[in-house]
């Protein structure tokens, strides 16, 4: 199932290289795309969880496998970080999203794509869900999908990669949003080892 580039078309590849130059060069909000030189049609991303959500302050890792028709069929989309969503199936990570299925053009750009991926973190899609026991909770009890969304983004979604403050310099993070996390990990990590 894995592409390479020889599956690939050479105009699809060239646009793909271009496309993923632009994207590192000028990388959209919160998403962070990691180039495999060895292999452009290998996309991972590095998706920051948006703020006012249950996925705020999470890193959660995707990746986009292309078809060899690409770009006449689209991509799948695949979260490899553990997430509770109503549209990503776990434990396979697969994204269900209208763009990459029914509504898919090929003048959709890798960028548009993973905009659309990350939108889905703000606004879910019960309705096309492929995690049943989220959807059911998005829709009738908020709070307690809010809740285990928070606790598996603090499980498995943490930071790698130290961008703010003195966590630059390998230190604790400096920001009051930073501790608050911080401190809310430890509560959950107490509340866990409790179980």
Known sequence: MCS??????????????????????????????????????????????????PYAGGVFKMKLILPSDFPQTPPKGFFVTKIFHPNIRQPSGEICVNTLKRDWQPTHGIRHILQIIRCLLIQPFPDSALNEEAAKLLLEDYEEYSSRARMLTSIHARPTDKREGDASQGGEPTSPMKKKAKAEKKTQKKSLKRL
């Open 4 to 53: 390479t580039n020889e599956n690939l078309a050479p105009a699809a590849i060239n646009s793909l290289a271009k496309e993923l130059s632009g994207l590192m060069h000028k990388p959209e909000e919160g998403i962070k795309v990691i180039m495999n030189e060895e292999n452009i049609a290998d996309i991972v991303a590095e998706l920051d969880g948006p703020a006012g959500t």
